[in-house]
């Protein structure tokens, strides 16, 4: 997931990476570029068995609505746990995987540490005022858990069904994984101590704060966000052939250690063992499949996937060019990236198709036309990150009538005859979320939350959607 990398300049590399491995088989057919929610009429997006999660066919898929939420969201763009709350995204979705922690050069978890590699501030030391709260009530300066966590914790009070992930890794904190997985004994060092950290809740002491257990019940599962095993990532990211192989036993790894903490727990309380959830953001790229994933042996594992769905083109590219289409011709998109997966074997059920909460931009662009491929000067002025906007942002631009809004082959963007903005609407995530119940997906996945509008429109806009009879 292009998720710290929106703020770096290997955008761009990354994004030219993805083009030079496109398979042409991976464009889609006439019929289905002519209707965006047509039912499914080509061999590469069956699978086996599509069961739902209550074995009652569609009429009663429970479909899930996962978001990312930042760790550093609350700095620059002063987005904090209770503006789920506040937006309405929290009633509506099902998961919040919480970004990121981090891997040591030692291959363990930590969550402690120099400034830009950890940020036990904000994830559970900073205290929360009264009107900063989910519950409203703040924090005190003798309680072990404070910070994110804690407002986490609240948030999922008042929503019982929510389940929080702690997500490992991400574009800029990938570096360690290929080493930490190199022996059995590596693999299980790494393990446990995330379930340590997270899961068994023993954070560090930081004066009143942490403690054995001060975080226990939070997270209900792990997220793996390695990008990429066996193919290049970040610049200083190593990989090797053999990732491919040790990418498959860290995920039984982890269903190991997990399921037993599952079963001490469930010793200890007299309760029924708890299910952890175990997922990963995994690419679209098919040579990045082929050389990082052994998809029927991890699927086995894996509760689900989410999918890349997004930064198919980004605005450190030369040309204009679609972020996210559902389909496309010659070209990375949604239906190639659920196809490429089926075919290798991947559940449908078990797929869940990522969305962007923010549009790839380019200003100084030329050749006429409706802005679509064409040469552009360079990344379009944005108020985080030049050429990466919100949807918040971009959707004013929409309303403003100074941009003429283009759709077609489930892709939206806009163009002013010199600034071109490719990004998801709500009409685009409409006709995603009708893909999604036509393949019997496993359901939606949303970077990041913090892009959306202050009452969460198109996340609630992809739970009506997945929700229609």
Known sequence: MRRRTLVRTAVAVSSLSLLATIAPSASADSAAL?????????????????????????????????????????????????????????????????AFANVSPEGKCFITGPVGQAD?????????????????????????LAGNFN????????????????????????????????????????????????????????????????????????????????SAGEDDTPYRPEDKQNFTALVKEFRTQLDAHSRSEARRTGEKAKRYDLSAFVPTAPAKIDAGFEIPKIMRDFDWVNLQGYDFHVSGEKTTAQQSA????????????????????????????????????????????DGMGQPAQKPAPAIHQPGFEDYKVLKKLADSGKYTVHRKYGQA?????????????????????????????????????????????LVKAVDRGLKRR
């Open 34 to 98: 002519a209707a965006l929610s047509a039912p499914r009429t080509d061999t590469s997006v069956t699978s086996a068995q599509d069961d739902d999660d209550d074995g009652d066919g569609d009429r009663k898929r429970s479909y899930k609505r996962i978001g990312y939420f930042n760790q550093w969201g609350i700095y620059g763009r002063d987005y904090h746990v209770k503006n789920l709350d506040t937006s309405g995204q929290a009633a509506k979705l099902t998961h919040i995987n919480y």
């Open 120 to 144: 036990p501030w904000a994830d559970y030391v900073r205290p929360v005022d009264a009107a900063g709260s989910v519950d409203g009530v703040g924090d005190t300066a003798d309680q072990r």
């Open 151 to 230: 407002q986490l914790r609240e948030l999922k009070a008042k929503n019982p069904d929510l389940r929080v992930l702690i997500s490992l890794g991400g574009w800029t904190w990938s570096t360690h994984f290929s080493d930490a997985v190199l022996t059995p004994a590596k693999r299980k060092s790494l393990v446990s101590s995330c379930i340590d950290i997270y899961i068994k809740g023993n954070l560090p002491v930081d004066g009143a704060r942490g403690g054995e257990g001060a975080a226990a019940g939070l997270f209900d599962g792990v997220d793996i966000d390695w990008e990429w095993p066996g």
């Open 326 to 369: 559902l389909y496309a011709r010659n070209d990375f998109s949604v239906h190639q990236t659920v196809s490429d997966w089926l075919k290798r074997g991947a559940p449908a059920h078990k797929l869940v198709v990522g969305m962007p909460l923010y549009g790839q931009g380019w200003t100084g662009v030329t050749g006429g036309g």
């Open 413 to 457: 963007w806009l163009f002013d005859g010199n600034t071109l903005w490719t990004y998801d609407d709500a009409k685009v995530l409409n006709a995603k979320t009708s893909y999604i119940r036509d393949r019997k997906l496993g359901g939606a996945m949303f970077w990041s939350l913090d892009g959306d509008t202050e009452d969460g429109e």
